[in-house]
């Protein structure tokens, strides 16, 4: 197989995987091409906080020799970027903070650790915003990553740096976090695919148990590609007791959708929408029609549940118990937001903690007639396509159609799915605004459903294929 750099490094890992099988491409050639366009973009993107290039071609001819010699694993020889908030044992984990510059965990996050045992090489790490605490991807020890469709702009975040080296083609599979939209955000502003499974089905690491709320999930460029990835990463795990026993194997190809029905909500009854991101939704909405679908606008009534200040009471709440020793240290090194974050959830009560909970039930009470009733719920990912690469979380200005809103949450339609934290989301582009920014739409599915949910964005991607618009880089 002749293939330019440029097109090794937009090929799948199905593609790949495929050609490694029959001879016609080497994993040493796939991650040449990799790490040379990781030497070409990455100066203008900041994605990446380390690069084992060395390592990484070792490691490529040795996947190369097991093709050979028959003994290859399931995702041997694929390039895969891990986020630099997930524990790689003995690798250096920083969690984008000063705090642990040096950090070397001693075992790895269990996702990760079953990407590495199934083949896939970790030939670099993933920017992350500050412990992963904000929608776009800047941090005091990394500085500002920035989007490959306009330098000016965000990726998203807190997955930002591995949304962003997915669309630039500097890794052909990267891992996220999500737990207020960290994988489907910069998936929705960097034209790419990301996964929320629903609570459990992929384990968490040991850092976070019982957290509902956080979920590890696969960021690719295709959803055959996150299908694989979910394949791997997904199963009961000993370091989790709320990972679950039943074992989802996605299929490689899923039948049609028609007949199925649609619900759609633009808004979710509680956020602006920037009318070129309401259009490529209705395009998209169209899509599904095509594909003999029934489309409804259904929206659930969470519009008076308040909905940012229990999860962001909650999420302060998380903040502080974790990291709430460090500020007497490191308070003057840290990233001033973090720092609010961390103050205001010291000062929260158990009560105010558990409200939470008890809107998440008020929400799921509102949600599921509509999921019972329907297929699948499918609404925009972000409010806007993305924002300034310098935009400030804090910021008492910020403005969606001459409105104000929540500078942190008022332009972020994931964190909602993130309290129904047992619907598996997933997002996946829905178009280009005319200045180039890419938009994305979020496929929500019955609780646990994750076929669902895969099976109606495979049919989407397959009769709205996005994979031949490339960011201008």
């Known amino acids: 197989m002749t293939l330019s750099t440029r097109t090794l490094c937009t090929i799948t890992a199905g593609e790949a995987l495929a050609a490694f099988r029959a001879g016609t491409l080497s994993p040493v050639a796939l991650m040449e091409a990799t790490l040379a366009r990781i030497d070409a973009v990455n100066p203008k993107l900041n994605a990446l906080t380390a690069v084992h290039a060395e390592r990484a071609l070792d490691q490529a001819r040795a996947a190369a020799a097991a093709y050979a010699g028959g003994t290859a694993r399931p995702l041997e020889g694929i390039p895969v970027a891990i986020k630099d908030f997930h524990a790689v044992a003995g690798e250096r984990t920083t969690f984008g903070s000063k705090a642990f510059a040096e950090h070397r965990p001693d075992r790895s996050a269990p996702t990760v650790a079953r990407l590495l045992d199934a083949g896939a090489i970790m030939h670099a790490r993933t920017t992350t915003p500050e412990f992963a605490y904000a929608p776009t991807t800047a941090s005091p020890l990394w500085g500002i990553t920035r989007n490959p469709w306009s330098l000016e702009h965000a990726p998203g975040g807190s997955s930002g740096g591995a949304g962003a080296a997915l669309a630039a083609g500097m890794t052909v599979l990267a891992d996220g976090t999500d737990a207020g939209g960290s994988v489907r955000i910069p998936a929705a502003a960097c034209h790419v695919v990301g996964y929320k499974p629903p609570f459990g089905r992929n384990p968490l690491d040991r850092d976070h148990p019982i957290e509902s709320l956080l979920h590890y999930g696969p960021m690719t460029r295709s959803v055959g590609d996150a299908a694989l990835m979910q394949n791997v990463m997904s199963g009961v795990h000993g370091d989790d007791m709320c990972s679950l026993r039943e074992r989802v194997v996605l299929p490689e190809s899923f039948p049609p959708i028609e007949g199925w ?7 979710l009854g509680m956020f602006e929408i920037d009318p070129e991101v309401a259009r490529n939704t209705q395009a998209a909405v169209e899509v599904f029609r095509r594909l003999g679908c029934t489309v409804r606008e259904m929206t659930p009534d969470w519009g008076g549940l308040d909905l940012p200040h229990p999860y962001l009471r909650y999420w302060e709440g998380m903040a502080a118990s974790s990291l709430g020793g460090m500020l007497d240290e490191w308070r003057d090194a840290m990233d001033p937001y973090m720092v609010r974050i961390i103050e205001n959830g010291l000062s929260h009560s158990a009560e105010t903690m558990y409200r939470c909970a008890v809107v998440r039930g008020a929400m799921y009470r509102s949600l599921a007639p509509i999921l019972e009733s329907c297929d699948v719920l499918v609404c925009p990912a972000l409010a806007v396509p993305t924002v300034a690469a310098e935009h400030d979380c804090g910021a ?7 409105k104000p809103v929540h500078a942190y949450l008022g332009w972020n ?12 989301v997933i997002a996946v582009p829905s178009g280009l605004t005319q200045a180039g920014l890419p938009t994305g739409i979020q496929i929500v599915g019955r609780t646990y459903d994750d076929a669902g949910v895969f099976r109606a964005a495979a049919a989407y991607e397959a009769a709205s294929p996005w994979r031949d618009v490339l960011p201008p880089l």
């Open 413 to 424: 339609l994931c964190y909602p799915f993130n309290m129904v934290s047992q619907c598996p």
């Open 396 to 402: 008492e200005d910020f403005r969606v159609n001459g």
């Open 261 to 267: 029905t649609v619900a759609v909500s633009m808004d």
